[in-house]
């Protein structure tokens, strides 16, 4: 299989990272484009294939991903349109708001006819192979979903869902990344104020959370039944937890992911 990444910023970019790592793909199958060659040079040195003609790109892959900001969408579809293989190639838009109806509109012909077309959103940890990705499949087959399921399974974790939950989806994980990575920094100062160097209290946080996500993951649990196991009444886990929840932990969190869904 051949895969062509059209835009290579952050999203772009960690893409080809986790493509090229994922063991599925070899680097010279994947192909990547951006307007500005100072963009694609750190990509040579992967072996990808680099060009900065978007038409070229979509000629190249039998997956094309589309990672442009969502403004240039339909500027940049209107572009790779007429080089696209509507009976071979599987279309991916990877654009945050960007609605199947809108794309099925862009990629469109008089003859009515679709390309086999996904939404997909990944998380920037896509680079490093541990994405939270969903799946939403707009004009496609079991057979194509099937294909876009074992890839992004190859970088990490996969889930195919509908377009309505595209909003919650993004905020629980890819603004999530953001949110958990301040809870880092938030856990990281208190631990610096207790007497740790900035470095060995980030260590000990990131190890925590790394603690707390793989037993969640090894034992099924709800999380207040592994929080129950290290709260002794009346101890130091459960003043530190209920000091939290006065301050607003639980409530801010939900309302941050819901200020994070697109309108
Ligand atoms: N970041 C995330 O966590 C995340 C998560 C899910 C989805 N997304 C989606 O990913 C998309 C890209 O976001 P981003 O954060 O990666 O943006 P970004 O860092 O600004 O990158 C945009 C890329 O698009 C390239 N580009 C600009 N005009 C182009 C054109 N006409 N043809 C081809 N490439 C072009 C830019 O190339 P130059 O550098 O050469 O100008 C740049 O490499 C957005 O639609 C966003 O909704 C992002």
Not at 145 to 173: I, K, N
Not at 190 to 198: D, P, R, S, T
Request: neutral net charge; contains cysteine.
């Amino acid at each position: 299989m051949k895969i062509s990444v059209i835009g290579a910023g952050a999203m772009g970019g960690a893409m080809v990272e986790g493509f090229v790592k994922c063991g599925m793909l070899a680097a010279a199958d994947i192909t990547v484009s951006a307007p500005h060659e100072a963009t694609l040079e750190r990509f040579k040195s992967l072996g990808v294939n680099v060009t900065t003609d978007n038409k070229v790109a979509t000629a190249a892959g039998d997956v094309v991903f589309v990672v442009v900001k969502p403004w240039l969408a339909e500027q940049v579809i209107g572009e790779i349109r007429a080089a696209v293989d509507y009976n071979r190639q599987i279309i991916v838009s990877v654009m945050a708001g960007v609605s199947g109806s809108q794309l099925k509109e862009w990629f469109g012909g008089t003859d009515g006819k679709q390309p086999r077309l996904f939404i997909v959103i990944p998380n920037i940890a896509i680079a490093v192979k541990s994405s939270m990705t969903f799946i939403v499949p707009v004009n496609a087959d079991e057979e194509a979903t099937a294909v876009m399921a074992a890839l992004f399974d190859s970088t990490g974790l996969q889930m195919v869902t509908e377009e309505r939950l595209l909003g919650a989806a993004t905020t629980l994980a890819s603004c999530g990344i953001a949110y958990a990575m301040r809870y880092v920094r938030a856990s990281t100062e208190g631990g610096v104020e207790l007497g740790f160097k900035a470095r060995d209290a980030q260590r000990i946080v990131m190890q925590t959370m790394k603690g707390a996500v793989d037993l969640l993951q090894a034992s099924g649990s709800h999380p207040e039944v592994e929080i129950d196991k290290v709260t002794t009444p009346g101890g130091m886990t459960i003043r530190g937890l209920n000091e939290m929840e006065h301050a607003g932990f639980t409530s801010s969190v939900i309302r941050g992911l819901k200020a994070g869904m697109s309108k």
